[in-house]
């Protein structure tokens, strides 16, 4: 683990990666101490431009609200909304895996059907269906993510018990008479977390992209200011006030390209291929 923490050090894009992600948690923490009012408050004139008064620097809205005070408290919401649901997913997909490879048989063809099930229908199709449902709120953003994101742990996570459950060391806790259940948790799945780590971190820029998406589409949380809020909220008028659409919608971009090096660099320093030729 140490060289690995080496490696991800020595590489520059997982670095970059790291240091975006850092002062985007910063803004999102204590950014609303710079905005103490509401980010819905409208404080100036419509559409006043950006970098035109030094106390709205990204300018103003079609109603009047900062454009800088919703960026900042829309990390919050998405990089909760990335977090909780990807936390969600590993909660489900990791167990379902484990127990489908480790017992493989009926118990494997089972849950691979039921994983297959969700598979069948495209992701972000049945996110609005189930967001739609469910009444746009916070809690119906995360389980609907939750709920698409799943399956490809569960399937990550098969193949590596699988390929792990043979092991020397798992066939000496099976003669010492150690239960299922404790080769599972205790065995395998600390040596077969390395890919999953890796899958988290892109899994966590998806959910923001399928977050923005779905608040662009009008199914966000009605009571919290998002980026794709503000992308959708500017559209309409992206000729007359560009930045209403150009500033939220560079944050996304920012925030999903972060975590996609700090993927790459996980995978990089986490491969033992990538590891061996490194030293």
């Known amino acids: 683990m140490k060289q690995a923490s080496r490696m991800l050090l020595r590489n520059p894009g997982g670095m970059i990666g790291i240091a975006i992600l850092v002062i985007a948690?910063?803004?999102?923490?204590?950014?609303?101490?710079?905005?103490?009012?509401?980010?819905?408050?409208?404080?100036?004139?419509?559409?006043?431009?950006?970098?035109?008064?030094?106390?709205?620097?990204l300018g103003t809205d079609a109603l009047g609200r900062d454009v800088m005070a919703g960026i900042i408290y829309g990390a919050r919401v998405s990089l909760l909304v990335g977090l909780i649901s990807t936390l969600a997913s590993l909660a489900v997909g990791i167990p379902l895996g484990a127990t489908a490879g480790y017992f493989g048989g009926k118990v494997?063809?089972?849950?691979?059907?039921?994983?297959?099930?969700?598979?069948?229908?495209?992701?972000?199709?049945?996110?609005?269906?189930?967001?739609?449902?469910?009444?746009?709120?916070?809690?119906s953003i995360v389980a609907a993510?939750?709920?698409?994101?799943?399956?490809?742990?569960?399937?990550?996570?098969?193949?590596?018990?699988?390929?792990?459950r043979t092991r020397e060391y798992v066939q000496a806790a099976v003669v010492t008479g150690q239960t299922n259940w404790w080769i599972i948790w205790r065995e395998i799945l600390p040596n077969a977390l390395s890919p999953v780590i890796v899958l988290a971190s892109l899994m966590v820029a998806t959910a923001i992209l399928l977050e923005s998406s779905l608040s662009f589409l009008g199914l966000g949380d009605p009571n919290l200011m998002s980026w794709g809020y503000m992308v959708g909220a500017g559209r309409t008028v992206i000729r007359q006030a560009?930045?209403?659409?150009?500033?939220?919608?560079?944050?996304?971009?920012?925030?999903?390209l972060a975590l996609n090096l700090i993927g790459e660099g996980l995978n990089d320093a986490l491969n033992p291929r990538l590891a061996k030729g490194g030293r």
Request: glycine letters at 4%; hydrophobic letters at 60%; charged letters at 10%.
């Open 25 to 57: 948690v910063a803004v999102a923490m204590f950014g609303p101490l710079l905005f103490p009012t509401s980010p819905w408050r409208m404080v100036q004139r419509p559409f006043l431009p950006p970098f035109t008064l030094s106390g709205f620097p």
């Open 108 to 139: 494997d063809d089972a849950l691979m059907r039921f994983t297959e099930f969700f598979q069948t229908v495209p992701s972000f199709a049945l996110a609005i269906v189930l967001v739609a449902i469910m009444q746009p709120s916070i809690v």
């Open 145 to 164: 993510i939750a709920i698409v994101s799943w399956p490809p742990v569960a399937r990550l996570v098969r193949g590596e018990v699988l390929s792990l």
């Open 242 to 256: 560009w930045w209403i659409t150009v500033f939220p919608g560079i944050a996304i971009l920012v925030s999903v």
